[in-house]
């Protein structure tokens, strides 16, 4: 077994937005998709992102509103979402104190990692 | 985007253990995996599980202490542990008042999803 925490892992900002990229724990091999934490600060919102693979992110903390296409939906903590190839979205954050963690799970629309 | 909330979806018991499986969503050709949640009480524990797929999980909430080859590792909410194909496994809910949820995916060692 092992054992991944975000707390011991090297994150980078994109934006507002802390990023922590599995690809630090070499498992390029192992797993049939990427991953990534990422955390949405209060009463923020992520870079508007678009990208040919295919994104399943969980709410690991707080609520995401999910932006695409001129809606909005919100998903609550412990929900998923999954955004299509190319579909454009921006993930905010409308808490004023709970920070928005997210685990995103993202693969080529041919379902093999790359 | 498409929204997946564990409340609206169907569940089964397996022993103790909540389940709720992903076939439901009908994913299969989208995904490179196979997903589930699943929630163990408080002071109960999984049955003891072994397979050929591999498992990446995250804690959606609570503590998962997972016992894997006679140790117990602590995984927090919003860390992850990935166990090897045939690597037996219990989850423990030690906690007397605090569920444990577990988005879990998992695939053959392949890497392609069945």
Redesign the interface.
């Known amino acids: 077994?092992?054992?991944?925490?975000?707390e011991s892992a090297e994150s980078y900002a994109v934006g507002v937005v802390d990023v922590i990229r599995w690809d630090q724990f070499g498992?390029n091999d192992?797993?049939?998709?990427q991953?990534m934490?990422y955390t949405v600060p209060p009463l923020s919102s992520s870079p508007r992102d678009q990208h040919p693979e295919?994104e399943?992110s969980?709410v690991?903390?707080g609520t995401a509103s999910?932006e695409?296409?001129g809606s909005t939906?919100d998903?609550?903590?412990?929900?998923?979402?999954?955004?299509?190839s190319e579909?454009a979205?921006v993930i905010h954050n409308r808490s004023a104190g709970v920070p928005l963690?997210i685990?995103t799970?993202f693969?080529m629309p041919n379902?093999?990692?790359q």
Chains 1, 2 share one sequence.
Request: avoid cysteine; aromatic fraction near 14%.
């Open positions: 077994m092992r054992h991944f925490a975000s498992l192992v797993l049939p998709f991953a934490w295919l399943l969980v690991i903390s999910v695409t296409g939906v998903v609550a903590q412990g929900a998923a979402f999954l955004l299509d579909e979205h963690t685990f799970t693969w379902g093999k990692a």
